[in-house]
């Protein structure tokens, strides 16, 4: 089991930049993939980014290829998106979340999720 927390949400301008964490809980951090989803009002859930347990391997949604980041740091037991060049389309809730088979890119298949971080993005 793992306790997710996001922080690092905020108010940006169009073309900004912005960095979220997501500190885990437990001492198996490194058992799971984790991704990064988000959600604006009236939308579905979306996956934004995913990375493998040991950091190797990174995966992104085509409307944020180029612009976001993903990485972990094991030792602090922390996941990271670095986001840049920001639009208005970027306005959303952002979520972490852990799996703990595969590296799924599907909210379906991810067992522990944060609360969310609010990130809204100004034209």
């Known amino acids: 089991q793992v306790q997710l927390v996001e922080s690092g949400g905020g108010l940006v301008q169009a073309g900004g930049s912005l960095r979220l964490s997501c500190a885990a809980s437990?001492?198996?951090?490194?058992?799971?993939?984790m991704g990064w989803f988000r959600q604006a009002p009236g939308k579905e859930r979306e996956f934004v980014a995913a990375?493998?347990?040991?950091?190797?391997?990174?995966y992104y949604a085509d409307s944020v290829k180029g612009r976001f980041t993903i990485s972990r740091d094991n030792a602090k037991n922390t996941v990271y998106v670095q986001m840049n060049s920001l639009n208005t389309e970027d306005t959303a809730v952002y979520y972490c979340?852990?799996?703990?088979?595969?590296?799924?890119?599907?909210?379906?298949?991810?067992?522990?999720w944060g609360q969310g971080t609010q990130v809204t993005v100004s034209s």
């Open positions: 990375i493998t347990r040991s950091g190797g391997r990174t």
């Open positions: 979340a852990a799996a703990a088979v595969g590296v799924p890119n599907t909210p379906k298949l991810y067992g522990f």
């Open positions: 437990g001492r198996t951090f490194s058992s799971y993939a």
